[in-house]
Every structure is written in C-alpha cells, then in structure tokens.
C-alpha cells in the first residue's frame, strides 16, 4: 500500500509539473508569472491593504488615531451588531477583490492557504481554548450552482493552521434570500432576517460554546449578525466574526 501511495503521489506531482509547463501560474491580481499556483507577485502583495490596529472593539472598522482601549466605531455605538466582536484581514477594494472574485467564483481554491495565513494573523486575538470555527453557509440552491462554500473552505484550511475545532454543518440557511449586493443596509437586515439557524443534532455542541464565524467579505455586517443571532438562541456563550476582507467606503461595493 505504501508504494501504491508513494507511486500515486510522484504521479500527481509529476502531472501538476506538466501542467505548469503548459498553464504557467500567474500572480491573480497583476498577471505576472509566479513560482507556483498560489502566491502573490511582488507587485501583487504591494496592492494589498491590510487592516491594523488600531481598530473598533466591537466591528474591527480601522480607526485614523488611537481612540483608546476598548473604542467604538459610531456604527457601533448606535446598532450594536449581534456578534461580540469581528475582525478582517484586508480591506476589500479593487485587489482583494480580484482575489476573492477569484476563489470564489473561478475554482482559485489554491489560494486558501494564503488567505488562512491572512485570518490567522487578524483573528488572532479571537483564538482561545475550545474555540469553535463554523462557516457561514450557502443555501442548498446556490451550493449546488457555486459546488462549493468557499466560507467552508477557509474555515477548513484554517482549523489545520490553528487547531481550533471545526464545526462545518453548525449552522443552514433555512431560505434562499436575495444576492445583498445593491441593497442598502436597512434592506440588508430585512433581507437575512431569520434566514439562519443552527442544526437540531448539532444544538448541544453549540451551547456554551464559543464561536468564530467565517466568511470571506463583510460589508454592513448584516449577514454575520443573522448568523450571530441564531447561535446565541441556541445557547452559544460568545460569537465573533472573522472574515477575509472588509468593505470600506473607498473600496468596491461587496457581492
């Protein structure tokens, strides 16, 4: 078995050579030949804007100056969002939009390990003992048409790099609710209200548990606190959101 393994794997290898040779990997954001499938040109990583402190304690917004231990963002301050606290690893414009569309949209799943590096090192504060990582998941409907949750993904790929728990099926959308992108916020609530709820075989790992969300762009925030709301119903002590990119006035409307 162990030389069928070893034969099995040289032949892979040697098929993702070939197929380098013919599909030479190129950098997702400017084009540019890269070592292999996966990375970032040099000119690539320099268009990356990534979110640091300081930030909002509760929405993990980027604040201009320190505003002091614990500060809020004025969004937050007056509606609080229903998870406990969130963060995200780069700011969502013109680039990381091109990554993401990418991964999302085009099979880039090469670049989840990438992307678990980038919530690792935002999320780093949210990590303690006996955390929880639970994807925001897709309706039944759209998960067939994309094939794949690519939430579920970077929260797979960033359970191995954390060893934090994971828990793929915590939580189903129980309707198909429109695609948020034109939508203002009001109509963003609306939209996801109720649209979460945690699986009835799965309600006593949640209970008391604390959890991370993940998803791969935040905007308003809308869709995480849908998410958030159904945890806590069924018993979760705390839920943060951590995701990919965040929105930001400056940058491209999220999808």
């Known amino acids: 078995m162990k030389s069928l393994d070893r034969a099995g794997k040289a032949v892979g290898a040697w098929g993702s050579r070939a197929l380098d040779l013919i599909l030479p990997p190129t950098c997702p954001i400017t084009g540019e030949r890269v070592e292999r499938p996966g990375l970032l040109s040099a000119a690539g990583w320099s268009k990356i804007r990534f979110i640091e402190d300081p930030v909002c304690a509760h929405c993990g917004a980027p604040f201009a100056y320190d505003q002091g231990e614990g500060a809020e963002c004025a969004a937050c301050i007056a509606a609080p969002p229903a998870f406990d606290r969130a963060r995200a690893s780069v700011v969502y414009d013109d680039a990381s939009h091109r990554l993401i569309v990418g991964f999302k949209h085009s099979d880039r799943t090469e ?58 099926d915590g939580l189903v959308r129980t309707r198909a609710t429109p695609p948020q992108k034109s939508l203002s916020a009001d109509a963003r609530r609306r939209n996801v209200a109720g649209a979460f709820a945690v699986r009835e075989d799965r309600k006593a790992e949640i209970l008391g548990g604390r959890i991370i969300l993940i998803d791969d762009v935040m905007t308003t925030g809308a869709t995480l606190s849908a998410a958030a709301r159904a945890l806590k119903r069924a018993g979760a002590a705390e839920v943060d959101a951590l995701v990919l990119a965040r929105a930001m006035k400056d940058g491209v409307d999220a999808f």
């Open 111 to 168: 670049l989840a390990p990438l992307f678990a590096g980038w919530l690792k090192r935002a999320g780093a504060a949210l990590f303690r003992e006996g955390t929880i990582l639970i994807p925001t998941p897709l309706h039944r409907r759209r998960l067939i048409a994309r094939r794949f949750n690519q939430a579920a993904i970077l929260a797979q790929r960033l359970a191995e790099e954390t060893g934090a728990r994971l828990l793929l």
